[in-house]
């Protein structure tokens, strides 16, 4: 069995999950205007995945880990705009913008994790707080991931909200660390990953070994990748696929 995203998002007690604010929230802390997430509190999670083993049934959790949203504070950022059909095409900049980059989870006190996300986490933007101006932001000296779709829009890295730089060795970390503390809370069987188009091929490849490797299961994962064109997702999967 599938369950959403269990984890707290910037639309606090109605965010169906994919609004990603703190994975580390499962629904019991008060932030975003409630404690529990849209499908309940960590505790209700929890025996949820008991209940489905216990009747000889895996959960499989849904894992977001491309972008973040509902910051908790700008950040002032050199950025440059790119054009919303051709992510690799500069229309301006670089010049200043107020991005949505910081997230200290004031409602958590730093309790699981004291890691804090700044601008440095991600690679850009959709919206510039200065301005109040839509747009896609590439913050200077950051690049889009290479790995990832290119049959729609040059590059697909960016997709919404704050743009998780993968490359960042901080946030590899950190994801290595939220992922085993979360596979070793709830004992989910496997994984399923959203919107991998949008992510770094290697990433997974990478996350996916270690996670296996620290919870000593198989860890059936499977991702999400809509795309019309077979060897686009045959390129994705690989031989490791």
């Not at 995945?49 to 049934?57: M, P, T």
């Not at 590439?138 to 960016?158: C, Q």
Request: overall charge negative.
């Amino acid at each position: 069995m599938w369950l959403p995203p269990a984890y707290k998002g910037q639309a606090g007690g109605l965010d169906v999950g994919y609004g990603v604010y703190d994975t580390y929230d499962l629904g019991e802390f008060d932030q975003k205007g409630a404690v529990a997430t849209k499908y309940g509190t960590k505790d209700e999670y929890l025996a949820c995945i008991r209940v489905l083993q216990a009747a000889g049934v895996q959960a499989l959790g849904d894992v977001v880990l491309n972008h973040r949203m509902g910051a908790d504070a700008t950040e002032e950022v050199l950025a440059r705009e790119v054009a919303a059909d051709d992510r690799n095409r500069v229309v301006a900049g670089p010049r200043k913008i107020r991005a949505w980059t910081r997230f200290c989870f004031p409602g958590r006190h730093g309790r699981y994790s004291a890691f804090t996300w700044d601008w440095r986490c991600f690679h850009g933007v959709d919206w510039d707080d200065a301005t109040h101006r839509g747009g896609i932001y590439l913050f200077d000296g950051k690049s889009w991931d290479d790995a990832v779709d290119h049959d729609d829009n040059g590059n697909y890295d960016y997709l919404m909200g704050a743009d998780v730089d993968l490359d960042d060795p901080r946030v590899r970390a950190q994801l290595d660390t939220w992922g085993a503390w979360y596979l070793g809370l709830t004992g989910v069987d496997g994984v399923r990953l959203d919107a991998v188009k949008h992510m770094s091929r290697s990433f997974y490849l990478d996350w996916l070994a270690r996670m296996r490797e620290k919870t000593g299961k198989e860890l059936f994962a499977v991702g999400e990748y809509w795309s019309q064109n077979v060897g686009e997702l045959r390129g994705y999967l690989g031989r490791e696929g």
